[in-house]
């Protein structure tokens, strides 16, 4: 009726049933599990949609997407949380959560449309190299901050990290 995606009333009804039904829970602990499962298909189906064959012609397109993206993402995050005031440990973590791009929103839009087509090729490699790029970009900062808080607030080093 609203010529919207399917999927925008999951989101909808998800984020209603969290700030009524399940206030008084503790969410992330009872839904570990499924999380964790559906986490683990949604790769399997990015991956299965995600490969070097079907990419070639487009890799450098996707490449360059992905990291301009992400790049940008992160550098955006990361300076409106210094801008409203947020210390470098929080901003940092904020700005890593930013490159991520929603891989489950992604894919059932397109199989909802029927999408096909070299949009829809780079749409899904960017999303699967984004999805890389975001474990690499939060396991460095977790890295960073594991050091900072080892060394008592001392310095660190980037090349530590790594």
Known sequence: MLKVPGITGNIV????????????RDVPADLLPLSTF????IA???GMQFSY?????????????AFVQSALA???????????GSDWITALFLA???????PATTLAV?????AKGPFVKTVLGTVGINAGLCI???????????????????????????
């Open 13 to 24: 009804v998800g984020a209603v049933l969290g700030l009524t039904w399940f206030r008084d």
């Open 38 to 41: 559906a986490a683990a298909f």
């Open 44 to 46: 399997v189906t990015v």
């Open 53 to 65: 064959r079907r990419i070639r012609t487009a890799l450098r397109r996707i490449l360059g997407i």
């Open 74 to 84: 992160f550098a955006a995050v990361l300076l409106a949380a210094f801008a409203c």
């Open 96 to 102: 890593c959560f930013a490159v991520e791009t929603a």
């Open 110 to 114: 397109i199989r909802e449309a029927r």
């Open 136 to 162: 690499a970009v939060f396991a460095f900062a977790q890295t960073l901050v594991v050091h900072f808080v080892e060394s008592d607030g001392g310095e660190v080093s980037a090349g530590a990290a790594l």
